[in-house]
């Protein structure tokens, strides 16, 4: 995967902007640790027999908060152990995104100047303290919301022991079949991960 960085911001327009502000208002009332810097926007991409090129530029984190996220990109990076079970993990009720539900592996935003497949390891570290053993990019999907996301699927090696961060509250080993999965699990995750099985 090839990446270009553009060194201009994306602008949003007024609207946009508001809507960021309110979601960090948001944030900040719920005890959320809330920041609002810079990460990544997909502006463009391409994909061929040579590989997917993408040109990214510079945008503000928290537009990816509201209903027109603008094209954020984020990252995740779902994480399976040498057997096949899926590592998911109950979100704790103050983060930005699936509070209070549950979630497959490791995702975030990618920072500005970022690879966004070395961030799809870093989330997955930061996250879980664990580094694959290897690691594959499996699609790049564009939400409703405007919100895209690189999705990555990392094997852990046997063995491997995860510690949570205090963005999860909770984490389980689902089983390798999605159809085996609690009934907790999302329709979007057991779809998602039936089409990456």
């Known amino acids: ?11 949003p327009h007024p609207g946009q902007s508001a809507a960021a502000d309110r979601a960090i208002a948001e944030l900040e009332g719920r005890g959320s640790p809330a920041h609002d810097g810079l990460a990544a926007r997909l502006c463009a991409f391409e994909a061929d027999e040579r590989g997917l090129r993408l040109t990214l530029q510079p945008m503000r984190w928290s537009l990816r908060l509201s209903d027109d996220a603008a094209g954020s990109l984020s990252v995740l990076c779902v994480a399976r152990d040498a057997a096949g079970r899926w590592l998911a993990g109950r979100r704790a009720p103050w983060v930005a995104t699936w509070a209070g539900r549950w979630a497959l592996g490791a995702g975030g935003a990618v920072e500005v100047g970022e690879d966004p497949v070395e961030a799809l390891t870093r989330e997955l570290e930061e996250e879980w303290s664990v580094v694959p053993e290897r690691l594959a990019v499996e699609a790049l999907v564009s939400l409703d919301s405007g919100l895209v996301m690189l999705i990555g699927q990392a094997w852990l090696p046997a063995g491997a022991e995860v510690e949570r961060d205090a963005e999860h509250d909770a984490h389980a080993w689902w089983p390798a079949e999605p159809d085996a999965w609690p009934d907790e699990a999302d329709p979007v995750l057991r779809r998602m991960a039936t089409l990456l099985s």
């Open 1 to 11: 995967m090839a990446v270009h960085w553009r060194d201009d911001s994306f602008e």
